[in-house]
T-cell receptor, first 113, second 115 residues
């Protein structure tokens, strides 16, 4: 069965530091992969998505993610974190058909000033 | 700007009540979804709809039903609310068709408490 694992439940970084959030998926074929962000009290906002082609994808708010087929990973990165990046981040995979998504459990990011 | 609107941000109901959660999207999207979000579990799909009057069960449909009479509106119904249905409920929509799935657009959620 398809699944998404986000190994880190909570991560704390200092403002200005670099960030990497991990995501591993289990899916037989080439997946469609997404990262979403949820600010407190808000719905989810799409940060970026990967379908095919260049394995390094750029998203909004200065985020990027790299698809590594050999590691079944799609890690999210940002070179310099801002206090406003504090939120919960969800990785998701779309196995196909009707745009259904399977979400990971999320990683809550805290940013220290 | 695209918009998915959930009728209530906060809702308190009593055990056994029939509860309706409403969602409206203004993007003319074919697909609509209902999720519940619980700490440590991420988002779990309850039901989705890919067309008017069409629905499919998601991963946790028990205790819920849905209605889609118009393309822009997707309702989630708790037939007889129970305390274990206390949760955050998120509605989403996405464009249908095409060769690759489009991203889903989410509402701000309804935090439902069942007492």
């Amino acid at each position: 069965a398809q699944s998404v694992t986000q190994p880190d439940i909570h991560i704390t970084v200092s403002e200005g530091a670099s960030l990497e959030l991990r995501c591993n998926y289990s899916y037989g074929a080439t997946p469609y992969l997404f990262w979403y962000v949820q600010s407190p009290g808000q719905g989810l906002q799409l940060l970026l998505k990967y379908f095919s082609g260049d394995t390094l994808v750029q998203g909004i708010k200065g985020f990027e993610a790299e698809f590594k087929r050999s590691q079944s990973s799609f890690n999210l990165r940002k070179p310099s974190v801002h206090w406003s990046d504090a939120a919960e981040y969800f990785c998701a995979v779309a196995p196909g058909g009707y745009n259904k998504l399977i979400f990971g459990a999320g990683t809550r990011l805290a940013v220290h000033p | 700007d695209v918009k998915v609107t959930q009728s209530s941000r906060y809702l308190v109901k009593r055990t056994g009540e029939k509860v309706f959660l409403e969602c409206v999207q203004d993007m003319d999207h074919e697909n609509m979804f209902w999720y519940r979000q619980d700490p440590g579990l991420g988002l779990r799909l309850i039901y989705f709809s890919y067309d008017v009057k069409m629905k499919e069960k998601g991963d946790i449909p028990e205790g819920y039903s849905v209605s889609r009479e118009k393309k822009e509106r997707f309702s989630l119904i708790l037939e007889s609310a129970s305390t274990n249905q206390t949760s955050m409920y998120l509605c989403a929509s996405s464009k249908g068709g095409g060769s690759a799935p489009a991203g889903q657009h989410f509402g701000d959620g309804t935090r439902l408490s069942i007492l």
